[in-house]
């Protein structure tokens, strides 16, 4: 995803002059492109986040579209006041890019994972928050990121994710993309859980259960439309997120269903538990320690499709 | 808020004794409105009035009919909690009707106790969490640069607001960036909330680490109008360094018995210090 972000940004730049590139000391080759072709609009800020919003926030207050980058955990917590003061109170179009959501850095320790950040963006007024499920969409993302006149968080994976779109979706901030059909269970991805909420319905077919996967790609604001559909439709909706069960996706359209009258599905929410990664590994090896794995997934659902029976 | 006597202050002046004039009206204002509105910080709000009346009337390019003119000098308060004496310098430089000082932390009103985004005309950030203004001052200056735009960005600091480390990502940000467009004035009044400024944190010597900083520094008396407004020259000679300006002030100045005296930051004045201090605000 960082790769079609850097690509993409790119792009954007060399077309409107307002876009400027701010980083926190990271990005290096990645950006060398960018640096070519955009002169004069990259920023290293150094590892100083919280300067680094409050510099983008200034820059926004005269014009210009910032859009700055680093690690999530770093984009996020470390500066929060700063998004929250600056940025969100005032309302202002800046594009904060988290790289590296979720486990994505597991082997590098809690430091640099990012399991709350959505929990935490979530509650501050005025943001948007997006997570791109592909490569493809993480380009779609930013470019109508770019069309807000207010605060976007942007949360990528890392590299290398499995592409889940073959050509471009029509995609739309708040506007939930149905990615296959199926008739009993809903599975809203999130993000870079997108690929393995697809492999969890394929799993499901295996058990001749059809799922409708779904790219729930904005958790703020959520797509109460789609929501409302798939609760009325289905017998179960799942949530699928790398991020924690507190106040994640799940939390949101649990506090959505709560206030649903007369909703059918059941939820199902597949995240983090309420702890941290305490052991080295790599993203996949923290997957697995907290179920987040098409087959974990499959056996959830069908525990609670036909309880007592698997 | 009636006034009488008081000198024309809606437009530009160097003229060293209209601006004292002015400055001493806004004192006026800034413990009327404390006492009204039943609002602390006035020993704050005191100390910084002179670099206030400086900026806004001697130095700033600002048109007060033209709030957001896109090249126009940008001013932060970031001692936000400082800002019934900005309230009182816009009002009278302007930008919005005097009338509305009156209507200071009343609820509903647009002049709450901290400045929100769009409150009132010429306000350009909302603050009240300290630490915020430089860098928020820096991304303006950074954006003047990109944009081609030969304004000027002032921010003013408290001395205790330099106990955030946000203050110091930024103070080693604007030399990299090269920003001689930017300047920083710390209202230096040696006083923090609890305690002397240079002891609850080391702060001390303040000047010298700007200067290490690689920033254009200079100490001022943060009282004397003639000081201020030669400090706050736009810089020449090309060293295309941010500048500093160290104003040593005195919390609570122009009222005796608030003076240095760190009750101040949150006493409020009762009715009879009230007309104590005006008498000598006069």
Redesign the interface.
Known sequence: MRNAFAREITALAEKNEKI?LLSGDIGNKLFDDYKKKVR??F?N??V?E??M????????????R?VTYTIASFSTTRCL??IR??IA???LPVIIVGVGGGLSYAENGASHQSCEDIAFLSALPNMKIICPGDAMEATLALRKALEQDSPVYLRLGKKGEPAVHQAPPDFAIGKAIIVSKGSEVCLLGVGNMLPTAAAAAKALKEHGITAEVVSLHTAKPLDEELLRAAFSRFSIVATIEEHSIMGGVGSAVAQWLAQAPDQKARLLEFATPDRFFHTAGRQQYARDCFGLTADNICGGILRALKPGKN | MNDSGRPRTSRMTNNTGELESIARRIRRAAVRMSHDADVPHLGSSLSCVDILTALYWATARIDPAKPDA?GRDRIILSKGHAVSSLYAALSYRGFFPETTLASFGRPGACLAEHP??GCVPGI???T??L??GL??????????K??GLDYRTFVVLSDGECNE??VW??A??AP??KLDNLTAIIDYNRWQATGRSEEVLALAPLAEKWKAFGWRTQEVDGHDMAALLRALRAPSGGDEKPSVIVAKTVKGKGVSFMEDNNNWHYRVPNEEELKNALKELE
Request: glycine share 16%; net charge negative; proline share 5%.
């Open positions: 400027v004069g609009r920023f800020c150094g100083a919280a300067n919003m409050s510099v983008a926030a200034g820059m926004a207050m005269c014009g210009l910032p006041e700063q003061i600056d109170y005032h309302n | 896109p929100y985004p350009e950030a909302a009240g969490s630490g915020h860098s928020l001052g820096l991304g303006m200056a950074l954006a003047g990109t944009l480390g946000s990502e930024a080693m940000m990299a960036q």
